[in-house]
T-cell receptor, first 114, second 116 residues
Framework: SQQGEEDPQALSIQEGENATMNCSYK?????LQWYRQNSGRGLVHLIL?????REKHSGRLRVTLDTSKKSSSLLITASRAADTASYFC??????????????FGKGTKLSVIP | EAGVTQFPSHSVIEKGQTVTLRCDPI?????LYWYRRVMGKEIKFLLH????????ESGMPNNRFLAERTGGTYSTLKVQPAELEDSGVYFC??????????????FGQGTRLTVV
């Protein structure tokens, strides 16, 4: 499996429900970031959580990080049709050589039905 | 403040031709990255500039790809000659922190390249 692997691959919910997406990774990280991509558009940065943080909130978003399990979750509360998009987690492992490349998973495709 | 901008948004070229993609990072961002996503695969890192210097080009697939960032501002990614497997979406991103740690990377809209 890949570093930064999201689960589930696809999720369909009714508007107003909560959506939870999970991400697992393999190596130690400096931080983990969540991105959203609307169909045919660019990647929008949602939230960054550092390796020494366990939970972070931003509006209707809640991200948790469990470094012992090498996993993270993204919760979107009170979902809206506009939340329909693909969501990616990306890990920054920090090679130590000055490069800070992100490693992405394949993403979770979220559909919010009005 | 303008975000990361990429040109063109779409490009369709024939196999064997040359294509140059351009990325303008957020003003003041020293770090510039190129990523790409080929159909059905993950978004993959290509390379990382710090100002005009290539910090890490370990993700560049082969020598048909050439990235430059003269003057440390905008960057170009040239594919010459293009092959069918180069089709995909090429993303550019930039970040501010000189160290790059724990700093958000802001992505552009991407350039969708189709090689026929």
């Amino acid at each position: 499996s890949q570093q930064g692997e999201e689960d589930p691959q696809a999720l369909s919910i009714q508007e107003g429900e909560n959506a939870t997406m999970n991400c697992s990774y393999k190596t130690s990280i400096n931080n983990l970031q969540w991105y959203r991509q609307n169909s045919g558009r660019g990647l929008v940065h949602l939230i960054l959580i550092r390796s020494n943080e366990r939970e972070k909130h931003s509006g209707r978003l809640r991200v948790t990080l469990d470094t012992s399990k090498k996993s993270s979750s993204l919760l979107i509360t009170a979902s809206r049709a506009a939340d329909t998009a693909s969501y990616f987690c990306a890990t920054d492992a920090g090679s130590g050589a000055g490069s800070y490349q992100l490693t992405f998973g394949k993403g979770t495709k979220l559909s919010v039905i009005p | 403040e303008a975000g990361v901008t990429q040109f063109p948004s779409h490009s369709v070229i024939e196999k064997g031709q040359t294509v140059t993609l351009r990325c303008d990072p957020i003003s003041g961002h020293d770090n510039l990255y190129w990523y790409r996503r080929v159909m059905g695969k993950e978004i993959k890192f290509l390379l990382h500039f710090v100002k005009e210097s290539k910090q890490d080009e370990s993700g560049m697939p082969n020598n048909r790809f050439l990235a430059e960032r003269t003057g440390g501002t905008y960057s170009t990614l040239k594919v010459q000659p293009a092959e069918l497997e180069d089709s995909g979406v090429y993303f550019c991103a930039s970040s501010q922190d000189r160290q790059g740690i724990n700093t958000e990377a802001f992505f552009g809209q991407g350039t969708r390249l189709t090689v026929v």
